[in-house]
């Protein structure tokens, strides 16, 4: 089954609605593919309305079906199946339907699986229910028999049945937008079984099989050796009793927060400690670590490293944010600084702030910052003058 030019209205909720959209949408280019019920009650549907469409009560009950009998209806006006009463489309012979002035399904319409027919209209309209039960064996483009085509560049109104009468504006004499080419489902159901056969195979057409010898991986990620004394975590500060390897900047002060525990309505909850750096007047103080004296042999040349860590800014004293919030500028980043044994200066970040490239960050929140680096030989050496890893960004008066 084709829906062909269908461009949805601005008659379409953001909840149920929006599914038979796509669904409809989906069949502009899949021919008789998959199941869909879809039902659609009690939905608020946000242009030109100030209530929600209701399923009728008059279809509770369907009258016998009968067929589609063109000679009932005025194809020049709206073609309306009344609430309650049933009609079977069995029109076999790919003859096309035109309803110049839409249709308006408010009780149920039936195309059975053997229907071989066009549907054009302006708009097709589903207060009561439609069905549609594809019963072709094979599924392919020779077997699209049931199409409807919505057409014009008019924008449509539509009247609701009489127990929606209060659905729609009262600026518009209680007509409901429906835009151009309209398919609307409003407080009506749609069932689409267009896959009767279960067990049907599906299958794709191959260009060329090539026959190759089992895929056998060998080159796998090895485990870096550790060296000896050293663990693979070579800084792994909790910070529950202390500063751990950080040290304070220059001018600057670095205190350890320690973590604390609270009990309320039986549930205690726990924060960790943590490190702050105060005081800063400059953007490149920051808690650092000295690689040199603090982990010695640990660090290898040519081997990659992870770091990561949780961080958050704040305005000592409090008042205007940071600029990192405001502009992302100035946001904190991890940069190793190292003087080799030729006093020749290495100057590079090793983490970036997440705030860096996804600003509007606010103070106050923690947030990870983390990166993936190397160190070479000339930066960790054991004859540097020195080499050390530093937090920096933040412009004076921001606390790390």
């Not at 006006?77 to 110049?100: P, Q, W, Y």
């Not at 229907?115 to 483009?141: D, F, M, N």
């Not at 002060?253 to 320690?258: D, K, S």
Request: proline share 6%; aromatic share 8%; hydrophobic share 35%.
């Amino acid at each position: 089954m084709i829906w062909q030019d269908y461009q949805p209205g601005r008659f379409i909720s953001t909840t149920k609605m929006l599914v038979v959209v796509l669904l409809l949408t989906s069949l502009l280019s899949i021919e008789g593919l998959g199941t869909t019920t879809e039902a659609i009650r009690n939905i608020p549907v946000p242009f030109g309305v100030k209530g929600s469409f209701k399923s009728l009560s008059c279809n509770d009950v369907y009258s016998a079906c009968l067929p589609f009998n063109l000679t009932d209806f005025d194809l020049s006006k709206t073609a309306t199946i009344s609430c309650g009463t049933c009609r079977i489309l069995d029109i076999t012979d790919g003859s096309t339907i035109e309803f110049r002035g839409g249709l308006d399904i408010q009780g149920k319409l039936i195309i059975p699986g053997d229907a071989h027919v066009k549907i054009r209209a302006p708009i097709v309209l589903v207060q009561g229910e439609l069905e549609y039960i594809y019963t072709e064996p094979i599924i392919s483009p020779a077997n699209i028999k049931v199409r409807f085509e919505v057409y014009g560049n008019a924008e449509l109104n539509f009247t609701p049945h009489s127990e929606n009468n209060e659905t729609c504006r009262d600026d518009n004499a209680g007509a409901c937008e429906a835009g151009k080419k309209a398919i609307v489902v409003a407080g009506g159901k749609v069932t689409i079984d267009a896959w009767p056969d279960k067990s049907c195979p599906t299958w794709t057409n191959l260009m060329d099989v090539v026959e190759l010898p089992p895929l056998a991986t060998t080159n796998y990620p090895k485990p870096v050796a550790v060296p000896d004394g050293c663990e693979a975590k070579i800084i792994n500060h909790k910070f529950e009793t202390g500063r751990g390897f950080w040290r304070a900047s220059p001018g600057t002060t670095l205190v350890h927060v320690p973590g604390s525990s609270t009990t309320a309505n039986n549930v205690t909850y726990t924060t960790s400690g943590h490190i702050k750096s105060t005081n800063r007047m400059r953007p490149y103080q920051g808690p650092f670590i000295d690689l040199g004296t603090v982990l010695g042999e640990c660090i290898v040349p040519d081997k990659d490293y992870i770091f990561s860590a949780r961080v958050r800014l704040s305005r000592q004293g409090g008042g205007q944010p940071s600029r990192c919030f405001q502009m992302g500028e100035n946001c904190l980043k991890l940069r190793l600084q190292a003087m080799d044994v030729e006093d020749e200066l290495h100057f590079r970040h090793l983490a970036v702030d997440t705030a860096e490239s996804v600003q509007y960050i606010p103070d106050g929140v923690w947030r990870t910052i983390h990166g993936n680096f190397t160190f070479s030989e000339r930066e960790i050496s054991d004859n540097a003058t020195y080499n050390k890893i530093t937090f920096v960004g933040p412009e004076a008066g921001i606390d790390i």
